[in-house]
């Protein structure tokens, strides 16, 4: 694809709802809340995003474990009988592998909560020598400078006991539909607990605080090369919000959730279908001349967008390749 070197692939999972059908056809029970039973498909997608543009590059199908263990299921659906139980982030981490196969160039891997807390795909990284920017809950072990358990959350309790405003920065992620991604921002070194960083990388934590609303804070774990800037990690950490634009995208013009498969080969043409119509749009998009002069007002609005949140995904900017 036509992407500037040193992009960020960034990943989610992905709930795509359908009508009931048969419980012989490819479908998951999801329960949204109590009493509340839908059919869906949850498909974890790998996105590549750079400067120049965004689109998916990888997906997997999300099969339960007793779904997976269902052979008469598994035999109408046509299941290849390689395919096995594999949790959300074992999925990711088989993408990143023919990611890093293929010799895709990359510097951060970004992603949501739900991947952030996974230790197997945070160790993978380490092995691997991948940098991330990944969004954690606050149950994510840490070690503090006396070697006991730390939360995520104790960390900002013991910076907001200095009581010192300096310790946030303003700062934009990417911007949005209304102009920049502002929030205030801080960082400190942290000690994950049973997982090293690689050789020459270090764990940083990254706190975001709303601007209009302080008491919504949000908690990103980064692993990057020694002596990264704090800023370089504030952009990665705003990448997570392509994946949520491709998957609009996708929706809206391509009919990523616009079919009724009832097979494992079918819903495999139809994802990988729309994943090439999308990356024809972002390479034709790519092409075009830019519209916006130096100045345009978009490029310096102000904004403190929450919008999306937690389940919104990331903004461009190009990196080197780590060597």
């Known amino acids: 694809m036509e992407l500037h070197p040193g992009p960020h692939p960034a990943q989610a999972s992905r709930g795509t709802r359908r009508r009931p059908l048969p419980r012989s056809s490819l479908t998951i029970i999801h329960l949204r809340a109590p009493g509340q039973v839908e059919n869906c498909q949850v498909m974890p997608m790998l996105t590549y995003a750079s400067a120049a543009g965004h689109a998916f590059i990888n997906r997997r199908l999300y099969l339960p474990e007793a779904w997976a263990a269902d052979p008469a299921r598994r035999a109408e659906a046509g299941v290849p009988e390689q395919v096995a139980f594999a949790t959300k982030p074992a999925l990711v981490i088989a993408m990143l592998a023919e990611e890093l196969a293929a010799a895709t160039p990359f510097r951060y891997l970004c992603a949501d909560a739900a991947y952030g807390r996974d230790p197997d795909l945070r160790a993978f ?86 601007i209009t609303s302080p008491d919504e804070i949000a908690f990103f774990l980064a692993h990057a090369l020694r002596g990264t800037a704090i800023p370089e990690l504030i952009t990665a950490a705003g990448m997570r919000w392509k994946i949520e634009e491709n998957n609009e995208t996708g929706k809206d013009l391509l009919g990523l959730t616009q079919y009724q498969v009832r097979s494992w080969t079918g819903w495999h043409r139809h994802v990988t279908t729309v994943m090439l119509a999308l990356a024809f749009l972002a390479i034709t998009r790519a092409r075009l001349p830019d519209d916006d002069p130096p100045g345009h007002p978009d490029d310096s609005h102000d904004q403190d967008d929450d919008q999306g949140k937690e389940h919104a995904h990331r903004t461009a900017h190009p990196y080197p390749t780590p060597s």
């Open 125 to 210: 990284c380490h092995r691997h020598q991948i940098g991330y920017v990944l969004a954690v809950p606050l149950d994510v072990p840490l070690i503090d400078v006396r070697g006991e358990a730390e939360s995520v959350e104790h960390v900002l309790d013991r910076l907001l006991a200095h009581g010192d405003s300096s310790m946030w920065e303003r700062r934009a992620c990417g911007s949005g539909t209304k102009g920049l991604r502002l929030y205030h921002w801080s960082a400190v070194a942290v000690t994950v607990s049973g997982q090293d960083p690689a050789p020459g990388y270090t764990h940083t934590l990254l706190i975001r605080r709303s």
